[in-house]
């Protein structure tokens, strides 16, 4: 709810939306070392006017044999849709879109991050062949935000397991 004329509203946003996107990426090898460097580009742009750019660097290392660690820096840039409002006091009783989304707002943000992925095939033939088709992914990223989300830290595991044949 969103105080609009010391009344509540409930958020609003346009019931249509088209969202247009472009991307790419280069990867580069380099063999001496068992690693890459991948740069990636994502422009975007939709009907609410939110325009988006989002360049990514990843570097991969190969620590052995099924250990993979990844290094990661991400930008994002956004300008804020046509209806959003910093100060949410600025919407009038009658205004067809009204929202304190965050996501609504212009805003920028920047991304640092480690992962690392461990196959177990390793295992393939051994006394612990049992685990051989697993595979861990850990990661952890830190953003630093200037919308209302702020900063915040990212960590995910995993864990895949393979079944059938």
């Known amino acids: 709810l969103i105080p609009v004329a010391n009344v509540l509203l409930p ?35 939709d009907s609410w006017d939110i325009a988006a750019l989002t360049p990514e660097i990843r570097y991969y290392q190969e620590l052995g044999s099924g250990v993979l660690l990844r290094l990661r820096h ?3 840039k956004q300008t804020p849709s046509f209806f959003y409002e910093d100060d949410p006091t600025a919407y009038a009783i009658g205004d067809p879109f009204v929202t304190a989304d965050p996501k609504m707002s212009g805003f920028h943000s920047n991304l640092m991050g480690i992962a690392l992925s461990v ?23 830190h ?18 397991v393979p079944f059938g044949e």
Do not use: Q
Not at 15 to 43: K, P, Q, W
Not at 120 to 130: M, P, S, W
């Open 143 to 160: 953003i630093w935000n200037t919308n209302r989300f702020g900063n915040g830290i990212l960590a995910t595991a995993g864990l895949s």
């Open 74 to 76: 991400r930008f994002y």
């Open 119 to 141: 196959d177990l095939d390793v295992l393939f033939d051994t006394r612990l062949e049992v685990f051989s088709g697993l595979k861990f992914d850990f990661s952890v990223d």
């Open 11 to 45: 958020e609003a946003h346009p019931d249509m939306r088209h969202r247009h996107t472009l991307s790419g990426r280069l990867a580069y090898s380099i063999e001496d070392a068992n690693a890459s460097v991948h740069l990636l580009y994502r422009a975007y742009l």
